[in-house]
């Protein structure tokens, strides 16, 4: 890293400088990181877990970058080179979740081809496993990884664990929403929201006997509705109603547990456009403009769990975007 130059950038600052000379050494870090990130050759990765021993995991793969970001608790814990799709066999962009995990997994389309420590995204086929990487697009639409750094990613992926295709996407942001999912409530209701949370583990942390649903709750938009997704099934549904006039954006929340300081649910957020051209603003409001029927607001509590996604699309819902149990969001 070149110091010097964070001096002679530190010398321009005036008064109360103390505060921003921590932000603009903190800048400068994250662009000296981008520029370490870039340098990755195929098969190269980073993996600092130490970083954030603990939390919710979330997986972001850049198709323009054709790598692999690791993100846990907010915090850039991991980044790899990979091989999405190539023409004719594009890796979908959208937002999925983990369905299935397979250590020695052998494709059942391509000649029972091996594709060991295989995250599966959607039952017709994209996964993120151990491959060739020639530095290029290369792949029949899964995301292919260096073996060692499927194997890490193995460990810390869990079966809902959300993974993001995109273009472009910012890193995560904190989000304590004062009230619940879809609506707000009154102070002394609080104590019902913890307990309703209360003893439920993140789903990395569950055992074989501890396991639970895995739960995710989607709004479109497009549709002015929103579903309740229990292990890839649809259990509930209402009409969505959304206040003001703006889109809503492409954004992920991972739900990390109640937070007593504000008598809200704490959130972590990533948000994501399809194309590197689009813009996309990560958004504070976003979860305070839902709002959804009674019925399914009350559904929707009592199966929260720390790691549960809310995914916020203004794409539509119906089968060319989301298929069935595939649980795929589509761009």
Known sequence: ???GHLVDRRRLLTAG?????????????????????????????TWHPERQPEGAVAVVVSLPQQRVHVYRNGVRIAVSTCSTGKPGHSTPTGVFVVLQKDKHH????????????MNRLTWSGVALHAGNLPGYPASHGCVRLPLEFSEKLFTITHLGTPVII????SDPWELTHPGMVLSAY??????????????KKH????????????VSVIASSADRKIILVENGGVVAE?????????PLGSHVFVLRGAHDGTKGLHWLAITHAADAKDSYQPESRALQRLKAEATFTEKTSARMHPGMTAILTDAPLHPETRSGKDFVIMS
């Open 106 to 117: 052998h494709s059942s389309t391509y000649n029972n081809a091996p594709m060991p420590n």
């Open 238 to 246: 209402s009409a969505l109603t959304l206040v003001g006039d703006d």
């Open 17 to 45: 400088g103390a505060i921003a000379v921590s932000a603009l050494f903190a800048e400068v870090i994250a662009e000296e990181a981008m520029k370490e990130i870039a340098k990755l050759r195929p098969g190269e990765y």
């Open 186 to 199: 009154a102070e002394h209701e609080f104590e019902q929201i913890e307990n309703s949370l209360d003893g």
């Open 203 to 214: 789903p990395v942390d569950w055992t074989a006997t501890q396991a639970m649903p895995i």
């Open 166 to 169: 995109a273009g472009a996407h």
């Open 1 to 3: 890293m070149d110091t």
